[in-house]
Each structure stands twice: as C-alpha cells, then as structure tokens.
C-alpha cells in the first residue's frame, strides 16, 4: 500500500464506519493541498485491490474498510516473513528490533492463540498394567488433552515386566 493509500486507510479504519469520497477529501486537505479526483481514484484503487467495499449512495459511493488495520499489519508481516530464505533468522532480527514493551505485546498474543495451559496433573498416572491374551485392548487412562476426547485403540504390545516382589526390582542403574 501506498502513502497516500495508508493516508486514505488510516481515515476509513479510524471512522469504523462507511465514508464518502467528501469526507476523506476534507480530512486530508487538513494535511496537505489535495484534489477530489485524487481521493476518488484512490478509493477506487483500493476498492480493486479488496481493501474497502462500497455501496453506491445517489451519485456517489460509500466506501467502508473490508478488514482491520491489524489484519492489514499481520499481512504484511506475513508476507515479508514468508519471503526470506531463513524464516527462523528474520524472526531473530524482527524480535532483536522489537522494544520491551513490544515483546510482551508479543508473549501475550502467543498465550492468546495458544490457548489457557492446562494445569499439571497431581497424581501420578498407573503405571503398573496387567495385560492377558487380549492385543487389542483399549487404553482409556483419563488425561487432560486439552479437550481431545479420543481413545487410544492400538494394540498393546507392552508386557508386565513388574517383578511380584517389589523388594527384588533391579536398581534403576541396572544392578
């Protein structure tokens, strides 16, 4: 996007709502000497480019944002980023540029897309399993799976390899 497209943008994403070509006129010429025609072919250039929608309103358009200047931020971030030939370096250098606070704008919108963390569980899950004859058994051992409600239903190829006396288990170093 252009200067004077991101000078149009930023009007129509601040308004949050549908402008005309008159009203983004008069707010730029605040700014900067400007004609009607230019703002016009502007709009117009955005339109075809996806960024606004517009309804015709009489004679003229009302022209309205199709996404967030947050959407229009995270694409270009994306872009650049899908561009390099060493996406995890450009990440380094991106997050080297980035200020204290910016980082943890960053740890926070992680922890949003990544979902609360599930607690750890307090009891240890049993481990001692007696198998018979049955290779196909079904493990259903309650865990947290962050809502994944399946069951395991592989066969069981585990074996209990626990000794009877608990007294004459090897040492975990072997002995």
Same mark, same amino acid.
């Given at each position: 996007m252009g200067e004077l497209e991101d000078a149009?943008?930023?009007r129509v994403w601040k308004w949050n709502r549908p402008v005309t070509v008159r009203e983004v006129l008069e707010d730029l010429q605040q700014e900067r000497s400007i004609a009607y025609t230019t703002v016009m072919t502007v709009l117009d250039n955005l339109h075809q480019k996806g960024w606004v929608r517009r309804e015709s309103e009489g004679r003229a358009y009302r022209y309205e944002a199709v996404s967030t200047r947050a959407a229009y931020a995270a694409a270009l971030m994306n872009d650049a980023w899908s561009q390099s030939d060493n996406p995890a370096a450009a990440l380094v250098a991106f997050f080297g540029m980035m200020? &204290? &606070? %910016? +980082? %943890? @704008?960053? +740890?926070? @919108?992680? +922890?949003?897309? %990544?979902? !609360? &963390? #599930?607690? &750890? !569980?307090?009891? @240890?899950?049993d481990t001692h399993r007696v198998t018979g004859t049955d290779t196909t058994s079904t493990d259903t #051992?309650?865990?947290d799976t962050g809502g994944d409600t399946s069951?395991? #239903?592989a066969p069981d190829t585990r074996t209990d390899t626990a000794p009877e006396n608990p007294a004459s288990a090897p040492e975990p170093d072997g002995r």
């Open positions: 149009v943008m930023t200020s &204290e &606070e %910016q +980082r %943890q @704008a960053l +740890r926070n @919108a992680v +922890r949003i897309v %990544q979902g !609360p &963390e #599930t607690p &750890e !569980p307090t009891e @240890a899950p #051992t309650s865990t069951t395991d #239903t």
